[in-house]
């Protein structure tokens, strides 16, 4: 029904700035929200951000007041600008969201982006 495809991870130093980007494509349903999860190597997947159809969002509190979720109006493409990175950050970096079709809530993912931040 959807498909989730992120991009924007690369390499940065401590200190730095990188934008993620989700794109969503596939579903004739309006994505009513979206969140961010990462995931560091031996670790559970930890959730980061959430953005509502209203504008509303929420962070984690590892990442509030450095990272910022939006999305493009009238688009289904959502961002996550994260600033000030510390190498705590590096993860690999998902976007996800709930569709409820007949009843039936599926979550979808996309395949990741990586984040690496180097000290």
């Known amino acids: 029904q959807v498909q989730l495809v992120e991009s924007g991870g690369g390499m940065v130093q401590t200190g730095g700035s990188l934008r993620l980007s989700c794109v969503a494509s596939?579903?004739?349903?309006?994505?009513?929200?979206m969140n961010w999860y990462r995931q560091a190597p031996g670790k559970q997947r930890e959730w980061v951000a959430v953005i509502f159809s209203t504008g509303s969002t929420n962070y984690a509190d590892s990442v509030k007041g450095r990272f910022t979720i939006s999305r493009e109006n009238g688009e289904n493409t959502v961002y996550l600008q994260m600033t000030s990175l510390k190498p705590e950050d590096t993860a690999v970096y998902y976007c996800?969201?709930?569709?409820?079709?007949?009843?039936?809530?599926?979550?979808?993912w996309g395949q990741g982006t990586q984040v690496t931040v180097s000290s």
């Open positions: 596939g579903s004739s349903f309006s994505i009513n929200f």
């Open positions: 996800n969201t709930d569709i409820t079709r007949m009843g039936v809530r599926r979550s979808y």
